[in-house]
């Protein structure tokens, strides 16, 4: 089965920072990669499908890239209501559609 | 209003069973493929299972797989989770997802990505002596 790796597991940035998440899949996987936001005592939330694309009303600032193995999350402008835990996922046809193991992100 | 609503988790012993449900409303459940995702206490999300609209495919995670069962019923949108010889390490919020199939046109090609766009408030089972 394919293994995701995120990292870092938990990262502190200011308000206004760039904030980079990186996922990383232990065989390619194409760009069949989701990213979930679970702010704190929440359920998830889809952020982006197929690596890049931006789920209806999630914000701009929020944008995904990669392709194969190695994939980023990026939050362009860190703001508080961001303070969550992120995960990637690899998500295709043919489960198991494992999570990475989360990156959760303070403000500072 | 596009919903989940999962129920039927609680205490159990070791070694026991417990069946979940996850009643959907507000979109055609016929349509969609479903989740069982769970996160046991401050630790990741785990997908656990998942079943195709019809039922023709049906997939589990190795943690799961022998022990549990996924199921729906298209007529009651509903999906359920049959989890029996439990262990503790089954400990968890149990949530159900939708998987929406996303159409991606690249150049004159179109391809299928997915996500799970929809869950519910989760319920929780406890295993435990």
């Known amino acids: 089965d394919i293994q995701m790796t995120q990292s870092p597991s938990s990262l502190s940035a200011s308000v206004g920072d760039r904030v980079t998440i990186t996922c990383r899949a232990s065989?390619?996987?194409?760009?069949?990669l989701a990213w979930y936001q679970q702010k704190p005592g929440k359920v998830p939330k889809l952020l982006i499908y197929?690596?890049?694309t931006l789920q209806s009303g999630v914000p701009s600032r929020f944008s995904g890239s990669g392709s194969g193995t190695d994939f980023t999350l990026t939050i362009s402008s860190l703001q508080p209501e961001d303070v969550a835990t992120y995960y990637c996922?690899?998500?295709?046809?043919?489960?198991?559609?494992?999570f990475g193991g989360g990156t959760k992100v303070e403000i500072k | 209003e596009v919903q989940l609503v999962e129920s039927g988790g609680g205490l159990v012993k070791p070694g026991g069973s417990l069946r979940l449900s996850c009643a959907a409303s507000?979109?055609?459940?016929?349509?969609?493929?479903m989740n069982w995702v769970r996160q046991a206490p401050g630790k990741g999300l785990e997908w656990v299972s998942s079943?195709?609209?019809?039922?023709?495919?049906?997939y589990y995670a190795d943690s799961v797989k022998g022990r549990f069962t996924i199921s729906r019923d298209n007529a009651k949108n509903s999906l359920y989770l049959q989890m029996n010889s439990l262990r503790a390490e089954d400990t968890a919020v149990y949530y159900c997802?939708?998987?929406?199939?996303?159409?991606?046109?690249?150049?004159?090609?179109?391809?299928?990505?997915?996500?799970?766009?929809?869950w519910g408030q989760g319920t929780t089972v406890t295993v435990s002596s």
């Open positions: 997802a939708r998987e929406t199939r996303f159409l991606e046109w690249l150049s004159s090609d179109y391809y299928y990505y997915y996500g799970m766009d929809v």
């Open positions: 507000g979109f055609t459940f016929s349509s969609y493929s």
């Open positions: 079943i195709s609209s019809s039922s023709s495919y049906i």
């Open positions: 065989q390619g996987i194409s760009n069949y």
């Open positions: 197929a690596a890049s």
């Open positions: 996922q690899k998500y295709n046809s043919a489960p198991p559609n494992t």
